[in-house]
Each structure stands twice: as structure tokens, then as C-alpha cells.
């Protein structure tokens, strides 16, 4: 079975510090998403990093592949308020010839003004 | 911009009752999911399905029975629901993607209650 562990689950902090969550694995992936998701609402995808070592910007925020393609990080530069939210990393992989995302278990993020 | 549509929001349900969820989507998608969300435990595949007439077992799909007659709709059944089915269910498509990466389009989520 192949596991995404995320961390950390929880984390508060206050308006314009800087935080990273991490995304780790044993198991090497074709490429990796993140997802956002809102309160009653549906994963909204962040972004697609597919090559390892790969570096992806989105205003404030950075994701990075590792070079092995097992894990990869999340990074938020001055967080504001509109950050909040439950990030998701997954992986995507082979199963039974189709393409299956395997889910980490998610960050909920609280960024306090 | 409905996107994909799931019907209903919520449903409260007594242990061995069934229902059936429905998913809809009108971007044409080649690839649908369902998804089940628990807290702590992230999403896990339920069932999914690579085009119209088709359907696959995921990751826990004990439990649960699938449907897609139509290529826009992607039925989840619960025959005798259970208390340990008591979740959020997301369904999600994707078009056919020729490499891997491709993005997921959810819906809002169902939440369902087995007492």
C-alpha cells in the first residue's frame, strides 16, 4: 500500500509568519498535486510538479518535488488570512493501468489576522 | 459552470437502509471517482471508472456498488449502509490525460450519516 504522510496535521499561525508542509513517501511517484480545500466545499487543485527537483511558484506559494520524486513540500511566504484551509498533497500512480491519486491525510492550516 | 454535481448534500440513514448517490458532470470527462472523506485519514478511492460502461474496485470498495450507464453520471450505491459509512463522499472526473498529473475536478461533497 502506498502511504503519503503529510505534516503537520495541524498548524496555527499568525498573519504574516511563513510556514512549510511537508508531503513524504517510500514510494516514487509519476508526479505529484496539491489541493486546497474550503469548508463544504470540494479539493480545488494548486498545482502539478511532475519532475523531480522541481520548483513551482503560485504568488506566495512554493511547492517543490524532491529530486527522488517520494516527497515534496509546500511553502507559504507571509500567510494571510485567505490561506486557511485543509492543503492536500497526492501522488499520482499506476493502478490496475490506470492512473490512481493516492491522498496524504491533509494539513489544516488557521492563519490568524 | 455546473462542473460536476452531486445529488444529494446530506442524507441521514438508519443501519441497513440503501441509497444512491449520484454524481454528474458536463465537461465531457473521460474518468470519474468516488472518494470518501474521514477525518485524519485524507481521501480514499472508493470506486471509479475509465469511461461509460465501465467500472473498477479502489482502494475500499467493500460496501459500496457502481454504476455509470451514461458518460456523465457515475451512480454510488450503498445496499446496507453501516455505521462505518457514516463520511463525505466526493466524486471527481477528469478528462483522458495521455501523460500522468491530470487534474481532478471535484464536486461539493456529499454527507452521509448511518446511525
Known amino acids: 500500500t502506498q502511504l503519503l504522510e503529510q505534516s503537520p496535521q495541524f498548524l496555527s499561525i499568525q498573519e504574516g509568519e511563513n510556514l512549510t508542509v511537508y508531503c513524504n513517501s517510500s514510494?516514487?511517484?509519476?508526479?505529484l498535486q496539491w489541493y486546497r480545500q474550503e469548508p463544504g466545499e470540494g479539493p480545488v487543485l494548486l498545482v502539478t510538479?511532475?519532475?523531480?527537483?522541481e520548483v513551482k511558484k503560485l504568488k506566495r506559494l512554493t511547492f517543490q518535488f524532491g529530486d527522488a520524486r517520494k516527497d515534496s513540500s509546500l511553502h507559504i511566504t507571509a500567510a494571510q488570512p485567505g490561506d486557511t484551509g485543509l492543503y492536500l498533497c497526492?501522488?499520482?500512480?499506476?493502478?490496475?493501468?490506470?492512473?490512481?491519486?493516492?491522498f496524504g491525510q491533509g494539513t489544516r492550516l488557521t492563519i490568524n489576522p | 459552470n455546473a462542473g460536476v454535481t452531486q445529488t444529494p448534500k446530506f442524507r441521514v440513514l438508519k443501519t441497513g437502509q440503501s441509497m444512491t448517490l449520484l454524481c454528474a458532470q458536463d465537461?465531457?470527462?473521460?474518468?470519474m471517482y468516488w472518494y470518501r472523506q474521514d477525518p485524519g485519514m485524507g481521501l480514499r478511492l472508493i470506486h471509479y471508472?475509465?469511461?461509460?460502461?465501465?467500472?473498477a474496485k479502489g482502494e475500499v470498495p467493500d460496501g459500496y456498488n457502481v454504476s455509470r450507464l451514461k458518460k456523465q453520471n457515475f451512480l454510488l450505491g450503498l445496499e446496507s449502509a453501516a455505521p462505518s459509512q457514516t463520511s463525505v463522499y466526493f466524486c471527481?472526473?477528469?478528462?483522458?490525460?495521455?501523460?500522468?498529473?491530470?487534474?481532478?475536478?471535484f464536486g461539493e461533497g456529499s454527507r452521509l450519516t448511518v446511525l
Open positions: 510538479v511532475v519532475t523531480g527537483g
Open positions: 471508472s475509465v469511461g461509460e460502461g465501465t467500472t
Open positions: 497526492a501522488g499520482a500512480t499506476l493502478f490496475q493501468g490506470a492512473q490512481k491519486l493516492v
Open positions: 465537461m465531457n470527462h473521460e474518468y
Open positions: 514510494s516514487v511517484f509519476s508526479s
Open positions: 471527481a472526473s477528469r478528462p483522458l490525460a495521455r501523460t500522468y498529473g491530470g487534474e481532478l475536478f
